[in-house]
Structures are given as C-alpha cells and as structure tokens.
T-cell receptor, first 115, second 113 residues
C-alpha cells in the first residue's frame, strides 16, 4: 500500500511563474490536507479538501493560491505568479475519514524554491 | 484562536539522557492529540496519539506522552535517547470545532553520541 505521494519533490520557479504541486492520497483516503512549512516554523494549515469539495480553506492566502481535489486524479495546489516568499516546503496529508477518528498520513513534501 | 505551543525550539542531549518535550494547547473542548517526528529529509511520521482513555500513551521507538487535561498539556518523554532520535518533533492538536490539525512550531532534537 503506497503512502501519500507528492510530486515533484523539488520545484524551482522564477518569480511570476506558476507552480503546481500534486498529491496522491493513500488508497481509500478521501480527505486531503495541505500544509506549508517555512524555515524555523512549524506546519501551517492551508486547506482541507474532500473529493470535489473544499471543506476549509481558512489558511490559504486570498490571492494567487488555489487547491482542488477532483473526483479522479490527485489533489493539486496551484500557486500563480510565485514570489520569493512562497519558497517553502509544502506537505500533503491524507486520512480515510475525519482526523478526529483516525490519523493523517503525510507525504514527503514538495520543496518549492522561487528564484 | 486555537494554538499549540512547544516551549523548547532546540534541545541538545547526550545519548542515554532522558528527554521531555513540552506541548501545551489553548483549546478547551474535546481534543485529539498527536506527536509527529520528522527525520532529516523525510516526511512526518506519527509517534503516538491520544483520543481517549488512559492519559499515558505509549508510542513507537520507546516514546510515551501524558495527557494532563487540567494543564492543557501533552508532553513527550523518552527515558533514554539514542543518536538515531535526532530529528524534529511536532505536537499537533485536532479539535472538531476547527476541523483540522494544528501544529506547534516544532522542537529540533540533536543527540550526541
């Protein structure tokens, strides 16, 4: 049973370009969470999705960031017109149900570097 | 707003020393509590979790944590650390009212042989 798969592992973008980060949850998991980790900081919640629905996006910046989790395929975190401050590690986690009753499994992250 | 505080940002220990990492949270309702570990260059892995029942929880690799409701704390302990425990440790809290895991800032542990 493969774990949570994130790709790419490393992504370099120039300022103004778009970044697309992919997350394939574990088999049977329909809940996906995205977190951002900045140097010397903890993981900051960004968005919580279930299939085809955004449940909680209270941690998402209001501009340039969007997320989706389509019926088929991976969850995508999209950052438009990237800036240097977007450089961070982005982690995806999945769970079979609400984390209240189970646990979240994390991917290895995508390290985004904006040059 | 709900928050999680980890008091020690960096801890340095010698092998065989005892470890205690503090974690306090601010939410007063029913919570689920977790400790995750992140080894260098790797993803987060679950060390242990508390949902209900015995407040002393045993996890993998000899770690344990104690939930003290009156102190809003969930401290992580290990009686004797090893060099391989060098990693970053994150405390996390889930409360139904907020619908997500909230993480502390993490504690970097360095164990010297």
């Amino acid at each position: 049973n493969a774990g949570v798969m994130q790709n790419p592992r490393h992504l370099v973008r120039r300022r103004g370009q778009e970044a697309r980060l992919r997350c394939s949850p574990m088999k049977g998991h329909s809940h996906v969470y995205w977190y951002r980790q900045l140097p010397e900081e903890g993981l900051k919640f960004m968005v919580y999705l279930q299939k085809e629905n955004i449940i909680d996006e209270s941690g998402m910046p209001k501009e340039r960031f969007s997320a989706e989790f389509p019926k088929e395929g991976p969850s995508i975190l999209r950052i438009q017109q990237v800036v240097r401050g977007d450089s961070a590690a982005y982690f995806c986690a999945s769970s079979p149900g609400q984390v209240a009753n189970t646990e979240a499994f994390f991917g290895q992250g995508t390290r985004l570097t904006v040059v | 707003a709900q928050s999680v505080s980890q008091h020690n940002h960096h801890v340095i220990l010698s092998e065989a020393a005892s470890l205690e990492l503090g974690c306090n949270y601010s939410y007063g309702g029913t919570v689920n509590l977790f400790w995750y570990v992140q080894y260098p260059g790797q993803h987060l892995q679950l060390l242990l979790k508390y949902f209900s029942g015995d407040p002393l929880v045993k996890g993998i690799k000899g770690f344990e944590a104690e939930f003290i409701k009156s102190k809003f704390s969930f401290n992580l302990r290990k009686p004797s650390v090893q060099w391989s425990d060098t990693a970053e440790y994150f405390c996390a809290v889930f409360s139904g009212g907020y619908n997500k895991l909230i993480f502390g800032a993490g504690t970097r542990l360095a164990v010297h042989p």
